[in-house]
């Protein structure tokens, strides 16, 4: 069985500096530059912009929140794999083989064009759709009730 490897601190009992230099040298923040973030724009300049190279200064911009739009988008897709479960919750409803879905109930307010769609989907309270999305839809065979703009 190998000796373990006696501490440091225990090595340097005796010693008036234990290894840290001065007597004082291992007392407070001083021998280190200074607590945390302490002379980065001095002493530690280099390390702080090697480590964070963004850390001073201002990057992009923040739009004003008045202008955000939280909307809630969706690719038809995903409105057409999720078809037969939104009928077994009784969210849509079913008349032959044409699927009758009622947008605004789900919460959604934009539907996008990505994704294959296979059925024929009847969508109605659609408050926004992309031109993909429509070409879809109608190219088999479903309709999209859209509000007069």
Excluded: C
Aim: proline share 2%.
């Amino acid at each position: 069985m190998q000796k373990r490897k006696s501490k440091k601190h225990s090595k340097m009992r005796g010693i008036r500096s234990a290894g840290y230099g001065r007597t004082k040298g291992h007392r407070a923040a001083g021998q280190r530059g200074g607590k945390g973030m302490a002379g980065s724009e001095k002493h530690h300049n280099i390390k702080v912009t090697q480590e964070n190279p963004r850390y001073f200064g201002k990057w992009g911009f923040k739009r004003p929140q008045k202008l955000i739009d939280n909307l809630v988008a969706i690719n038809i897709g995903e409105i057409d794999e999720a078809a037969d479960r939104l009928v077994e919750k009784g969210v849509a409803t079913m008349k032959g083989k044409q699927y009758n879905i009622d947008v605004s109930k789900l919460g959604i307010d934009r539907i996008l064009g990505s994704g294959k769609v296979t059925r024929k989907l009847n969508l109605v309270g659609v408050r926004a759709i992309t031109s993909r999305a429509r070409e879809k839809v109608s190219g088999n065979g479903g309709t999209i009730d859209l509000p007069a703009e």
